[in-house]
């Protein structure tokens, strides 16, 4: 289709579809060499809805398939690669004003393309890169102070709200928050940060507060520390979820926050004596990998359906997943941690590796957003940062466990894996 990003242009006859959307429903042993590649175009016409007045509004998408441009009112705005990552269109930032009337028109390509990762040409694989905006679409509306998008952000080891823990034992744990806040206002700002820890059932254990003064423009973070007197350990036994509530405050109101659920437990890989949970040894972690696609609808599964996957691989025995071979639907995350799965979390590629150093450095690229996205998360058990059953230099293996240390700096941290056979694994990597 040309011209598809013109405000003006004709798209009555188009079909109206519904995000997570696939662009072909396949057959269920549909593969690489069967499915639909190319271009595919999506419009949508929308009003900014009068009561995001004075915020600040972006549309959030958790992930479209291989390459994407995006176009707004007919102007060319931003082009993300890669097919399984979250990326953000800032809307206020480009000029749009409650009440506007919008053209969002995206391109989407999913054929094969070696310049970023995975890179590998889809007839020679046993699966598939459906095509399309295969995972949820948001829009989400902020104060000019709110607390930053972990990713957007940039912020190495920080952004968002990051959780983590230190001391643990049945007998108490050190709860650490840290939590990063922009100013977008054009004056100075002094806000609170109010985050509240909870049981799962809503009654508050710890509450702290701390003040954060923003220049125009400005980020900054505060850390703060809770104890929890005879916490409830997380295991696949008992997948226990506490609440971090965060609010933001400008005096008595509360103009930005959210929940991050999270786990407290302690594991630890203790070599010939195996895998230690919460200070005693856990046994054989049985496991499988998992891909993101179903029969017929590729890979747009709706939330319900990541959340049935988990539970019958639990229910078969499972207890930790290795998501094969790129991070996986937030849905399905979520229900890991709720339903007791360990998650091996790996950088979209495989079996292919391209001299051009800017495709390694967008491999790191998807390992540091991997890591903001996910670190909360207490099934997250490792990050795989290389390329599966694929040889790579060196240098390349040493950067991206440097990478995972730098995004979770902290004791407890989920530990790197990687293909033994692989460059400088089994001198360096954890697991």
Known sequence: VRGAEAVNF????????STPHTI??????????????????????????????????????????????????GKRIQEHLGGYLPFTLDLTANGVQAGDSCLLAVFTDNSDDKSYPPGKRQYTLDFAYHGGIYRDVWMIAKSPVAITDAIDSQTVGGGGVFVHFDKISEKSAQVYVNTEVQNDDAR?????????????????????SGKLSLKPGEKK??????????PTLWSPDTPYLYKVQSRIKKGNKSIDG??????????????????????????????????QDFAYVGNALPNSQQWRDAKRLRDAGCTIIRVAHYPQDPAFMDACDELGLFVIVATPGWQYWNKDPKFGELVHQNTREMIRRDRNHPSVLMWEPILNETRYPLDF???????????????????????VHSAGVKEHYDV
């Open 10 to 17: 004709d798209d009555r006859s188009w079909n109206v579809v």
């Open 24 to 73: 072909e429903l396949m057959p269920a042993e549909g593969s690489g060499c069967r499915n639909y590649q190319g271009p595919a175009w999506y419009r949508k016409h929308f009003v900014l809805p009068a009561e995001t007045k004075g915020q600040r509004v972006v549309l959030h998408f958790e992930a479209a398939m291989g390459k994407q441009i995006l176009y707004l009112n």
């Open 188 to 208: 100075f700002e002094s806000v609170t940060v109010e985050t509240t820890l909870t049981d799962a059932d809503g009654k508050v254990i710890k509450r702290s």
């Open 221 to 230: 973070s505060i850390r703060q520390q809770m104890e929890v007197k005879n």
């Open 258 to 291: 959210g929940i991050t659920r999270v786990g407290i437990r302690l594991a630890e890989f203790r070599g010939k004596d195996g895998f230690w949970l919460n200070g005693k040894p856990f046994g054989q972690l049985v496991g499988a990998n998992r891909h």
């Open 397 to 419: 293996a040493l950067k991206a466990l440097e990478i995972t240390k730098e995004e979770y700096p902290y004791p407890g941290r989920p530990v790197a894996a990687a293909d």
